[in-house]
């Protein structure tokens, strides 16, 4: 049971470049998440995904896309990386619920945009 | 929507002391409040949290406290030990959709031995 996994671990980037972010849990959880963390600001959410097939956006989702690709598996995508999107990201997940549930993060994933 | 307010950003104690980690929110119908414990390198993992029905929840060293009248609750650390140095984040749920969190920036905790 490996619980959320995140690769890649580290990215160099140059402005402009695009990549994806991937993220799985195989703890048959419904919701998932994405945040980036920086200095000073706590965990920000950038999109979540109540269940399968539903994605909203968070705080700061701008530049970001997501995709919810099955029940285990939620993408996180930059189109044109800015150097404002150096961060670290986490993936998270948890079971729906109506009175708020534990969220089980990854490891995160260290981006560098040059 | 919701706002998280967290003090102190940085805590330094002797080890042994207590420390006291407080949160404010701003939105009433918030009603889940975790705390996550963040060591260096590592991902944010859940040590208590409590629900609104709540006014406190103890395990072993650790605790929290809410009073929702005044929109505020706190973690408090006791006999602190070197390996609780790390960040702290407190949390509250959206009233619109419980299970999206939102996150003060965090109090950096180290336990001085």
């Known amino acids: 049971n490996a619980g959320v996994t995140q690769t890649p671990k580290f990215q160099v980037l140059k402005t402009g470049q695009s990549m994806t972010l991937q993220c799985a849990q195989d703890m048959n959880h419904n919701s998932m998440y994405w945040y980036r963390q920086d200095p000073g600001m706590g965990l920000r959410l950038i999109y979540y995904?109540?269940?399968?097939?539903?994605?909203d956006k968070g705080e700061v989702p701008n530049g970001y896309n997501v995709s919810r690709l099955n029940k285990r598996e939620f993408s996180l995508r930059l189109e044109s990386a800015a150097p404002s999107q150096t961060s670290v990201y986490f993936c998270?997940?948890?079971?729906?619920?109506?009175?708020?549930?534990?969220?089980?993060f990854g490891p995160g994933t260290r981006l560098t945009v040059t | 929507g919701e706002n998280v307010e967290q003090h102190p950003s940085t805590l330094s104690v002797q080890e042994g002391d207590s420390a006291v980690i407080k949160c404010t929110y701003s939105?009433?119908?918030?009603?889940?409040f975790p705390w996550y414990k963040q060591e260096l390198g590592k991902r944010p993992q859940l040590i208590i949290d409590i629900r609104s029905n709540v006014g406190e929840k103890k395990d072993q060293r650790i605790a929290v406290t809410l009073n929702k009248t005044a929109k505020h609750f706190s973690l408090h650390i006791t006999e602190t030990q070197p390996e609780d140095s790390a960040v702290y984040f407190c949390a509250a749920s959206e009233a619109e959709y419980g299970n999206k969190l939102v996150f003060g920036a965090g109090t950096i905790l180290r336990v001085k031995s």
């Open positions: 939105d009433s119908a918030s009603n889940y």
């Open positions: 998270a997940s948890s079971l729906r619920g109506l009175a708020g549930v534990e969220q089980y």
């Open positions: 995904s109540a269940s399968e097939g539903t994605t």
